[in-house]
C-alpha cells in the first residue's frame, strides 16, 4: 500500500503563503485529498480530487498533483488557519492511506 | 443539516467485542458510500474499513481485517462496526464519515466527519 510522507511540521508568518507537502510514489497516479483538524474538533475536507474545494472552503486554499508530490498550498495564512493537516489517497489495494499529518503553526 | 451520531463506544477487555453505530440525518443515505476512520488520542488518522452504497462492496485496512466487520441499513439510515478481538492497540476515538462518492472508489473523499466514539481496550 501507498506510504503517504508528511513533514511534521511548517511555520508560516501572517499574510504568508504556507506549502504543506505530502510524498508517495507516482502519487500523481492517484487522487489526493486535504484535511484540517484544529484540537478536539473533527477532522474537515479542504480539498478533493487534488485541486477541488468543497462549498464553504476559502479560497485561500488550493491543491496541486505532479510526479510523487502532493501540495496544499494556503495563500494569505490568517491565524484561523493553525491546524493540523492531513493528506490522504485511495490505494489501488482498495484501501484509503492517510499521511502522518503536518502541524501549521501561524507565527 | 447532515448529521452523523455515532454510538456504542466504551471500555472493554482485551479479546472481547463491541459494535458501533453511527446515525446518519439530513442526507439521502443510500447515495453514499460509508467509511469507519480512527485516530489515537493525540496521533494521527488511520482508515479502518469502508462500504458501497449498497453494502455489495466492503473494505478494510490491514490491522483489523478479519476481526472487524462493517454493515450498513439503508432503511434505517445506518452504519455500523463489529469489532471482534480488540487488542490495547485498538484504543482510539471512531469516526463515522460520509464518503462524497457512492462506490469506493479513487474518487473517495471523506466528506462529512461526525464527533466520535472513544474505544478504550484495556484490562
Known amino acids: 500500500s501507498y506510504d503517504l510522507t508528511q513533514p511534521p511540521s511548517v511555520s508560516v508568518s501572517p499574510g504568508q503563503t504556507a506549502r504543506i507537502t505530502c510524498s508517495g510514489d507516482?502519487?500523481?497516479?492517484?487522487?489526493v485529498c486535504w484535511y484540517q483538524q484544529k484540537p478536539g474538533q473533527s477532522p474537515i475536507l479542504v480539498i478533493y480530487?487534488?485541486?477541488k474545494r468543497p462549498s464553504g472552503i476559502p479560497e485561500r486554499f488550493s491543491g496541486s498533483n505532479s510526479g510523487n508530490t502532493a501540495t496544499l498550498t494556503i495563500s494569505g495564512t490568517q491565524a484561523v488557519d493553525e491546524a493540523d493537516y492531513y493528506c490522504?489517497?485511495?490505494?489501488?489495494?482498495?484501501?484509503?492511506?492517510f499521511g502522518g499529518g503536518t502541524k501549521l503553526t501561524v507565527l | 443539516e447532515i448529521q452523523l451520531v455515532e454510538s456504542g463506544g466504551g471500555l472493554v477487555q482485551p479479546g472481547r467485542s463491541l459494535r458501533l453505530s453511527c446515525a446518519a440525518s439530513?442526507?439521502?443515505?443510500?447515495?453514499?458510500?460509508m467509511h469507519w476512520v480512527r485516530q489515537t488520542p493525540g496521533k494521527g488518522l488511520e482508515w479502518v474499513s469502508g462500504?458501497?452504497?449498497?453494502?455489495?462492496?466492503?473494505a478494510y485496512a490491514a490491522s483489523v481485517r478479519g476481526r472487524f466487520t462493517i454493515s450498513r441499513d439503508n432503511a434505517k439510515n445506518s452504519l455500523y462496526l463489529q469489532m471482534n478481538s480488540l487488542r490495547a492497540e485498538d484504543t482510539a476515538l471512531y469516526y463515522c464519515?460520509?464518503?462524497?462518492?457512492?462506490?469506493?472508489?479513487?474518487?473517495?473523499?471523506?466528506?462529512?466527519w461526525g464527533q466520535g466514539t472513544l474505544v478504550t481496550v484495556s484490562s
Open positions: 464519515v460520509k464518503d462524497r462518492v457512492i462506490e469506493l472508489d479513487t474518487k473517495h473523499a471523506s466528506e462529512i
Open positions: 462500504i458501497s452504497w449498497n453494502s455489495g462492496t466492503t
Open positions: 480530487e487534488d485541486s
Open positions: 439530513g442526507f439521502i443515505f443510500d447515495d453514499y458510500a
Open positions: 507516482n502519487l500523481e497516479d492517484v487522487y
Open positions: 490522504q489517497a485511495w490505494d489501488a489495494s482498495a484501501a484509503v492511506v
